[in-house]
């Protein structure tokens, strides 16, 4: 159900794709689109009909406190990547989740554009396409394809780096194994980072905040500091080289 509804809502993102649409910033300075209110529109009128005991949490739509009590919450970003959407470059994403006690237990994260439909529920492995997909075997930082902007990785290892506007685009790609890791260390909302969460984890890597600890969607504030994602052996390669800089730079303030 989940992943039907977010092929639907992809059809609908296509159809904006390229034309003249609606176009304004929010307050705070982030684009949004009519696109992005008529996905999100569609997106609460499908699954709030399936499951109406649910909770909501989207970018687009007004919180509503009840989703704290709420037994299952669905966690939705219409587009995620809206500056990709507005430059019509091919890099934005649907996202959706299920969360339920803080973590996602189904989720899917459709790129319309690219025809990638990442999905996954807990204990069922992650897929792209109906395929399997596993995170990547590296086990060096050095030589790593790392996504995530090039300021966070000055003074690292010689590694290749891009980016894209969705970072749930971003973490599913490491989820793929396409890239070796993700970092984002701005703080991202609940909607950017629980479905690309589950497809880590079932992809066989490890999605967490810089000190290794999961995630925990629908809380009150719904927002995340740090995000990393990576197989084992990485994850923990980056945790440490992280740890190493904050430490560097709490002496360098202290001298």
Excluded at 7 to 28: H, M, P, Q, V
Excluded at 199 to 214: F, N, P, T
Excluded at 241 to 250: A, G, M, P, Y
């Amino acid at each position: 159900m989940l992943e039907s509804a977010v092929r639907a809502a992809g059809d609908i993102a296509r159809k904006f794709y390229g034309t003249d649409f609606k176009r304004w910033s929010k307050e705070g300075g982030s684009p949004v689109t009519e696109a992005d209110l008529v996905v999100d529109a569609f997106l609460k009128q499908t699954l709030l009909a399936a499951h109406p005991s649910y909770g909501w949490l989207s970018e687009e739509s007004v919180d509503d406190p009840s989703r704290l009590t709420a037994e299952r919450v669905f966690v939705v970003d219409p587009i995620d990547g809206t500056v990709a959407f507005v430059k019509n470059k091919p890099h934005f994403t649907i996202c959706a989740a299920l969360v339920e006690k803080g973590r996602p237990i189904a989720a899917c994260v459709y790129n319309p554009i690219a025809e990638e439909c990442f999905t996954a529920v807990t204990g069922g492995g992650a897929h792209l396409n109906g395929q399997a997909i596993h995170v990547s075997a590296q086990d060096r930082i050095e030589g790593a394809h790392m996504l995530g902007p090039k300021t966070i990785f000055e003074g690292w290892p010689e590694m290749e780096i891009s980016s894209y506007s969705s970072i749930a685009y971003r973490a599913v790609l490491v989820a793929a194994g396409r890239h070796d890791a993700m970092i984002s260390l701005t703080t991202k909302h609940d909607w950017d980072l629980a479905a690309a969460d589950l497809i880590v984890q079932e992809a066989g890597g490890l999605l967490s905040d810089e000190v290794g600890q999961a995630l925990i969607y629908n809380t009150p504030g719904a927002t995340q500091r740090v995000s990393v994602a990576a197989g084992p052996v990485l994850h923990r390669l980056l945790l440490a080289r992280l740890r190493q800089k904050e430490d560097s730079v709490l002496s360098f303030g202290q001298a």
